[in-house]
């Protein structure tokens, strides 16, 4: 069984930062393609950065466009999110995703991803 193990959310002023990390169990890492999304209260869980299997395809949703990347280390397992210039508006679980398989899949998608972290909460007070 794939266990996704998030860590490095917290309470930081608007402007901070913050790097999540998502480190991900098992030998077949380096073949998922990664998936970060977030869910704030009462809200539907959204897509927030993408990165393939090989490392590429990277993609932001708007909202992060220039303030979030989205990394990955294949020989530590982890997947990274570094978050720039927060903004309140950012304040959500966020949670890492993986996807096993390859072929065709749209990744902003949640039903794209085949395991999922516990999330992990970033609270960005204004």
């Known amino acids: 069984q794939v266990q996704l193990v998030e860590s490095g959310g917290g309470l930081v002023q608007a402007g901070g930062s913050l790097r999540l990390s998502c480190a991900v169990s098992?030998?077949?890492?380096?073949?998922?393609?990664m998936g970060w999304f977030r869910q704030a209260p009462g809200k539907e869980r959204e897509f927030v950065a993408h990165?393939?299997?090989?490392?590429?395809?990277?993609d932001y949703a708007d909202s992060v466009k220039g303030r979030f990347t989205i990394s990955r280390d294949n020989a530590k397992n982890t997947v990274y999110l570094q978050m720039n210039s927060l903004k309140p508006e950012d304040t959500a679980v966020y949670y890492c995703?993986?996807?096993?398989?390859?072929?065709?899949?749209?990744?902003?998608?949640?039903?794209?991803?085949?395991?999922w972290g516990q999330g992990t909460q970033v609270t960005v007070s204004s």
């Open positions: 098992g030998r077949t890492f380096s073949t998922y393609a």
């Open positions: 990165n393939s299997w090989s490392g590429g395809n990277l």
């Open positions: 995703a993986a996807r096993r398989a390859r072929g065709s899949y749209y990744y902003p998608s949640p039903n794209a991803y085949n395991y």
